[in-house]
C-alpha cells in the first residue's frame, strides 16, 4: 500500500456521461498530481495541485476537470470525453511540489470510453 | 520529452543481480537522477534517487558515473517480483515544481 488510493478501479462510460475520478491520500502531503497513461505511451502529467490550489495544467482539453477541495482530496470530472481518451489515469502526492519530493502513486483508474 | 535513454527490455535469472543502465548525457549540474518502477496495473512506485553520489538503500543500489552522463541501478538478488518496466528520470526545478518527465523505461523479466 503507497498511503494514495483511487477508486473506481475501473470505469466505462459512454462519450455523453459524466463521471469522476476520485484520489484520497493518508499521508500528509500537500502536492497531488493527476496523469494519464496511454497504451503504448509514457506518462503524461496533467495537473499539478499545491496546498489546494492549481499550480499547473498541461494543456489539457476542458473535459477533463479537477478539483480539489481539501489536501486530501483530489477529483478528475470526466465529460463528453472521446474514445482516444481511453486510458490509466494515475494520482500522486508528494510532501511539497518542490525539489526532492518523492512521488507516490495511487494503483490508478482504468477508464474506457464507449 | 524524457532526457534519458535506456534499453527497451533485459532479461534476468532470479536470484542474480540485475544491472539496469541509464544515459543521460544532457544532465545539468543540479538535476537528480531518479528511479522509479511500474509493476503490471499498479501505479509507479518510487526506487531510488541520487545527484553524483553512488546511494545503496534497502531496495537497490545507484551508480552514477563520474562525468555524471550515465547510471545503473542495481537490484542484487532479483526476484520473481522485480519484474516490471523500470524508468529512469532527470529532473530538476522548473517553475517551482519538480517535474517527473517518464520516458518508455526498461522492461526487466526477472526468469525462474
Known amino acids: 500500500e503507497t498511503g494514495v488510493t483511487q477508486t473506481p478501479r475501473h470505469l466505462v462510460m459512454g462519450m455523453t456521461n459524466k463521471k469522476s475520478l476520485k484520489c484520497e491520500q493518508h499521508?500528509?502531503?500537500?502536492?497531488m498530481y493527476w496523469y494519464k497513461q496511454s497504451a503504448k505511451k509514457p506518462l503524461e502529467l496533467m495537473f499539478v495541485y499545491s496546498l489546494e490550489e492549481r499550480v499547473e495544467n498541461n494543456s489539457v482539453p476542458s473535459r477533463f476537470s479537477p478539483e480539489c477541495p481539501n489536501s486530501s482530496h483530489l477529483f478528475l470530472h470526466l465529460h463528453t470525453l472521446q474514445p482516444e481518451d481511453s486510458a490509466l489515469y494515475l494520482c500522486?502526492?508528494?510532501?511539497?511540489?518542490?525539489?526532492?519530493?518523492?512521488?507516490?502513486f495511487g494503483a490508478g483508474t482504468r477508464l474506457s470510453v464507449l | 520529452d524524457a532526457k534519458t535513454t535506456q534499453p527497451p527490455s533485459m532479461d534476468c535469472a532470479e536470484g542474480r543481480a540485475a544491472n539496469l543502465p541509464c544515459n543521460h548525457s544532457t544532465i545539468s549540474g543540479n538535476e537528480y537522477v531518479y528511479w522509479y518502477r511500474q509493476i503490471h496495473s499498479q501505479g509507479p512506485q518510487y526506487i531510488i534517487h541520487g545527484l553524483k553520489n553512488n546511494e545503496t538503500n534497502e531496495m537497490a543500489s545507484l551508480i552514477i558515473t563520474e562525468d555524471r552522463k550515465s547510471s545503473t541501478l542495481i537490484l542484487p538478488h532479483a526476484t520473481l517480483r522485480d519484474t516490471a518496466v523500470y524508468y529512469c528520470i532527470v529532473t530538476g526545478l522548473q517553475g517551482g515544481s519538480e517535474k517527473l518527465v517518464f520516458g518508455k523505461g526498461t522492461k526487466l523479466t526477472v526468469n525462474p
Open positions: 500522486a502526492s508528494s510532501q511539497d511540489r518542490g525539489f526532492g519530493n518523492i512521488q507516490y
Open positions: 499521508l500528509g502531503h500537500n502536492a
